[in-house]
Each structure stands twice: as C-alpha cells, then as structure tokens.
C-alpha cells in the first residue's frame, strides 16, 4: 500500500514556533506527529511511503532517513516552491494505480487500510475520507429572496460533511494536475466532477484533528496522551 505524506507546508499560523520546525515534527508526547502517522500507515499496510518536502525539508529527511527504522521505505519528492495540496503529486514518480494521500499534519485514528479497500471496491477516482462536523451560529439567520424574508432560524445549529485530509487516488487523474503549478485538493475535487470522475466519500467517526494553531496542537497533545495511556487503550491506537 502506497502513501504520499503532503509535507511541504510552511505552517504559518504555528509562529513563531514553526520558523525553525517543520510542523510535521511537532511533537505530541515523545514523538512527532509525522512518525506517529507514519507508524499508523505501516500498521495498516503501507510498505512505501513518499514525502513531499519543501520548506524546511532537510529536518524531515534528516528524521526519517529512508525509513528503516520505520520498517518500510521512505523516498522523497521535492518541490521548489509551494504547489499546494494537489500540485506535488504531479512531480511523484513510480506511482501505482492506487495510493493514498494523507496531509503530514495529521492526528487521526482513521483505519487506513479500511479505507483504501473501500476506495478500490468503489473502483473510485479518488476517494475523501470526511467526517460530521456542527457548528453552532452566534446569531439568528435569515432567509432572503428578492428583498423578502422567507425564513428565520435564531441561532442555528448546522451540520456538514469536512474533509479529513486524507485521500485516495487513482493515478489517471493525475492527468487533470496541471505542472508546476499550484494546485490544491478542493480544486482538483471540482476538475474531477466537472469531468463526470468517480469521486466517493469515506465516512469516519474516528478521532480527527486538524492542527492549524497551537490551540488545536494542546487539544490533540491532551487527547492522544488520554488515548495512549494503557488504562484507556489497552490495544494502543497510534
């Protein structure tokens, strides 16, 4: 099982803290978010994983080397400037048919290898792992056509489908990336649509963090400490 770990990012909104560490490698207890990741995909199956480096790359190959104390193979793709979620992908080579794509930020107690067999009997394009999220709104929502009020919701609770991050591709659509160019996830998901593309959904209920500040990094840190002490996950998840 093939895995490209998005790891290019320049985590802007973890200053100053990420001006001298990639985020991948932020810890969360004794080892870094990245290699729990990457203990995850091996327990699922991964026997190769691609790293898609950029800002602050030496840090991350100087870490994980070429991932025989992982047990399983490392390799790296670089990009020279950010090309964003979907662009890196373009530059990978010797993919398979089928790989997953995963964000190196990533905390999650998603069961890869469920995943990418759902994605290969969906004979999909690419499938999204997503998940239910609610948001509450602080006031009240109005309804509004042609200068009418049709409808009044006093602060509503909405639910939607989010991303996880965390993908699998076929590689024919690679094809629809263009090169060297920035290129995100939401816009390849759009390209393919407008093609008429098998894009699935995968849906989880699994613990899901998105680490975008140091706020969610604390939430995460003090989640998967609780999930890791034995009392509590006797099978020891990550």
């Not at 026997?47 to 790293?51: P, T």
């Not at 109005?142 to 009418?148: D, F, N, V, Y």
């Given at each position: 099982?093939?895995?490209?770990?998005?790891?290019?990012?320049?985590?802007?909104?973890l200053d100053p803290f990420s001006r001298v560490l990639p985020k991948p490698l932020f810890p969360i207890g004794d080892k870094p978010i990245a290699a729990i990741l990457v203990h995850q995909l091996k327990k699922a199956g991964a026997?190769?994983?691609?790293?898609c480096l950029g800002y602050l790359a030496d840090l991350l190959r100087t870490y994980f080397r070429d991932g025989s104390d992982f047990g399983l193979t490392i390799?790296?793709?670089?990009e020279n400037r950010p090309l964003g979620t979907a662009g890196p992908l373009k530059k990978?080579?010797?993919?398979?048919?089928?790989?997953?794509?995963?964000?190196g930020d990533e905390l999650t107690t998603l069961d890869f290898r469920a995943l990418y067999e759902h994605h290969l009997a969906m004979e999909a394009d690419m499938t999204?792992?997503?998940?239910?999220?609610?948001?509450?709104?602080s006031f009240g929502v109005?309804?509004?056509?042609?200068?009418?009020i049709t409808a009044y919701a006093?602060?509503?609770?909405?639910?939607?489908?989010?991303?996880?991050?965390?993908y699998v591709i076929n590689k024919r659509v690679l094809a629809l990336i263009p090169e060297d160019e920035k290129f995100d996830m939401p816009e390849l998901v759009q390209r393919l649509l407008s093609e008429g593309s098998r894009v699935v959904s995968y849906?989880?209920?699994d613990l899901w963090f998105d680490i975008g500040t140091l706020g969610d990094l604390e939430k995460a840190k003090e989640e998967f400490d609780r999930i890791m002490n034995p009392k509590n996950n006797p099978e020891n998840i990550p």
């Open positions: 099982m093939q895995t490209i770990i998005l790891a290019g990012g320049r985590g802007s909104r026997d190769e994983i691609i790293m390799r790296y793709s670089m990978v080579e010797d993919l398979k048919d089928d790989f997953i794509v995963v964000n999204v792992a997503v998940q239910m999220k609610t948001t509450n709104s109005l309804e509004i056509k042609e200068g009418q006093e602060k509503p609770t909405r639910n939607y489908w989010a991303s996880m991050g965390i849906e989880s209920q």
